[in-house]
């Protein structure tokens, strides 16, 4: 049985931790992750819950769990507080690819191996890093245009279709990557396809509204729309549904329970399936492995199938 124990950091990064201990001391690793920004979405919320179980359930496992609330200054300092700490591993959820880079360097010199977890730093951090842990996001972008395309060849547009992006937090490594994947393969496998236009949603279903909202007035002919994530995507579907502008085809990636609701409706064409509660258990099987000695490979990427209305019964219904 595990202790709970609510903790206060240092006061450079003055916000709580949760550390969950095991009895096993003598063995345990501690082990601190800092995420990106728990109270954003119900995925990142979700795998900070499924974290907490997972190393609840391992006895060989002490974990700081910190959240650094989307600022780049404050995981920073999560990062050297945990480095002062002398844990034996530090998780990290980049709130920003570049940014956090001398941060995981200073982990690096300090002979503790950083494990990136769902969203990738920047490669100039590549040689500070042990492993990354995670979707392949560019992969999930070519995957999620595949899907468009296709949709449009059933629909015999695909010679003429105009579709718009909404992407996620500009200069977060998997926005970029899902939006390059994206806009590398749709000319590949529907060169006639227009993308007309790309707005950053920050991974947020209001903003998304918002800027479909901005495209729908701006743009009477809009057969399609990309979103970074499901639920930007269904901001933008509640606000062409607001406006009674029907039959644009919408696409996401990291298939959220909203998603899968409105895909079930009808109204929501596909997605990216991807498990929160996957990607954290990987993280910390990841850490486990690295300084158990085992051989981890440097991109330990996850699948992420391919989800639309025609599979979706083969696929339970997302937790968040």
């Not at 096993?24 to 974290?51: C, L, P, R």
């Not at 980049?94 to 880079?101: E, H, L, M, Q, R």
């Amino acid at each position: 049985m595990k202790n709970w124990i609510f903790a206060s950091t240092t006061v450079t990064t003055a916000i709580a931790g949760l550390i969950i201990a095991g009895t096993a001391a003598a063995d345990t690793y501690k082990i601190g992750i800092t995420q990106n920004n728990v109270g954003v979405d119900s995925y990142q919320t979700t795998y900070e819950k499924a974290f907490i179980a997972a190393a609840e359930k391992n006895d060989n496992v002490e974990a700081v769990v910190l959240d650094a609330g989307g600022d780049v200054a404050r995981q920073i300092a999560q990062v050297e507080d945990l480095i002062q700490q002398k844990v034996d591993a530090i998780i990290i959820w980049p709130t920003n690819g570049k940014a956090v880079i001398p941060a995981v360097r200073k982990a690096h010199q300090a002979h503790i191996p950083v494990v990136v977890t769902n969203s990738n730093i920047s490669k100039e951090g590549f040689d500070f890093v042990a492993s990354f842990s995670g979707p392949d996001n560019i992969t999930q972008g070519l995957r999620a245009a595949e899907i468009m395309c296709d949709k449009f060849k059933d629909m015999g547009i695909e010679k003429e279709a105009k579709i718009l992006q909404i992407s996620g937090q500009p200069g977060y490594t998997t926005a970029i990557e899902r939006a390059k994947g994206f806009e590398d393969r749709l000319p590949e496998v529907c060169p006639n396809v227009d993308l007309v236009e790309t707005q950053p949603g920050d991974w947020n279903r209001e903003k998304a509204q918002k800027v479909m909202e901005a495209f729908l007035v701006k743009y009477d002919d809009i057969d399609g729309v990309y979103a970074g994530d499901d639920n930007m995507g269904v901001g933008a579907l509640n606000a062409a549904k607001a406006a009674g502008r029907e039959g644009i085809i919408f696409v996401g990636a990291t298939n959220f329970a909203v998603g899968y609701e409105a895909m079930g409706k009808g109204e929501y064409w596909g997605s990216i399936y991807q498990s929160p509660v996957d990607d954290a258990e990987a993280a910390l099987k990841t850490a486990l492995d690295i300084l158990n000695g085992k051989d981890v490979p440097f991109l330990n990427y996850f699948d992420t199938p391919k989800i639309t209305q025609d599979n979706m019964g083969k696929f339970t219904k997302p937790v968040f």
